[in-house]
């Protein structure tokens, strides 16, 4: 017989539940003065301290805020090496194209397992203490049928949540064949990738896949049961936007660069925009509009693009800071954006919130109210975090 121990977190300033019905009633049903309580790895209560039911165990808030866990929905942790020359010669005026990847993928392809195991492993440590609980990451730095395959077996050892991305550029191998690497992909590449991933992506844009490429390789992913996510106008305006809605991609990731039609597509369809801070700071880059996406009524997503290229940063605290300075989100919006609006890019519904039923991932911030994510940038406000229940950070 197995039992398991409750465990309220009582005195909480501000609890931002994600369910509307809780609380103020506003998209983050935040409660005041609120506790949280925890059986083995799910909530089963939220509501006033006062009224929070007999535990356990209890911790004491001491009048902090308890946000989710946040939702990491687009990184690319399976690397070796880092692009430090690129940046800095970026930072000194050249612009960033899709070729670095090149660079990344001879490191990847030399490194063995254990050293790329480290690395994912070592990032997601970064991640987890700056209050990431769930996070997507991606293959694509192989571009072979078995450093593709591999990559996303060493990913699966730390994740669920794995996307095969063969098409992140063309292979330097067929540089001269874009068609036949198109072929290697969406054939041997598909079949040996496809066990060890649930999604596939594709980077739709100039110096990589173009719209014909781009839906020859995601629906036979589809064929295969991997759902699509897309790399979508990042560098400039494009189709991949429509393309993931078209194929009720569940993300259509960058969304930098869009027009009326590309907005209409996402305020009607069930794709999320995914928005990346990061790379547009890392990039110096025009920033998404987001104040305008989520007039078109589409779901935003906020996550960090963790790569070494275009993104160096695990950061999803930094990355909420930069959407409320630079994309024009209010803080309320950056934090649910950050939580809830990855779940939705993942389309899972048992992470992202506080509520009865969903898995325990809560970050004690030390400060009294969520804002302060944005209002106080780049101080290590995580003091504690719980990931399926258990205290990790």
């Not at 369910?19 to 309580?37: E, F, H, K, N, Q």
């Not at 550029?169 to 072929?183: F, L």
């Not at 809605?245 to 027009?259: F, R």
């Amino acid at each position: 017989m197995t039992t398991t121990t409750t465990t309220a977190l009582t005195h909480i300033a501000n609890l931002v539940t994600n369910d509307p019905s809780l609380g103020d009633g506003t998209p983050l049903g935040l409660i005041r003065d609120a506790a949280v309580v925890i059986d083995g790895d799910r909530v089963v209560w939220t509501g006033e301290s006062s009224r929070a039911p007999a535990t356990d165990n209890a911790v004491d808030a001491g009048g902090r805020a308890v946000v989710p866990g946040f939702v990491d929905s687009h990184s690319h942790l399976v690397f070796a090496g880092d692009r430090t020359a690129e940046f800095n010669a970026r930072m000194s005026g050249r612009p960033y194209s899709a070729g670095g990847i090149r660079t990344t993928v001879a490191a990847t392809r030399a490194a063995s397992d254990d050293e790329l195991s480290a690395n994912v492993a070592r990032y997601l440590g970064e991640a987890l203490r700056q209050g990431t609980t769930t996070f997507e990451t991606k293959s694509g730095y192989g571009l072979t049928v078995e450093d593709e395959a591999r990559a996303l077996r060493i990913a699966a050892r730390h994740t669920d949540e794995v996307t095969f991305l063969g098409a992140h550029i063309v292979s330097p191998d067929y540089a001269d064949d874009p068609a036949g690497y198109v072929d290697l992909v969406t054939g041997p590449m598909l079949d040996a990738c496809a066990p060890h991933a649930r999604w596939i992506d594709v980077f739709c844009e100039r110096g990589a896949f173009d719209e014909d490429q781009a839906r020859t390789i995601l629906t036979a992913g589809l064929a295969k049961g991997l759902h699509p996510r897309v790399h979508a106008n990042q560098l400039g305006h494009g189709p991949g936007v429509r393309l993931a809605v078209e194929l009720d991609a569940a993300s259509a990731d960058h969304c930098t660069h869009l027009d009326d039609a590309d907005l209409d597509a996402l305020g009607q369809g069930s794709t999320v925009a995914t928005l990346l801070p990061g790379a547009e700071f890392s990039t110096r880059a025009a920033w998404p509009d987001a104040r305008r996406i989520l007039g078109a009524g589409a779901t935003v997503a906020l996550s960090t693009d963790c790569n070494p290229g275009s993104s160096f940063t695990s950061s999803m605290p930094f990355c909420v800071a930069l959407a409320v300075r630079d994309m024009g989100m209010t803080p309320d919006e950056a934090i649910w954006s950050a939580t809830a609006g990855g779940a939705a890019a993942l389309r899972r519904t048992d992470i992202g919130r506080i509520t009865p039923g969903a898995r325990a991932d809560l970050v004690l911030l030390d400060a009294p109210s969520h804002v302060h994510l944005a209002y106080r940038p780049g101080v290590p406000l995580v003091r504690a975090v719980w990931r399926a229940g258990a205290r990790v950070v």
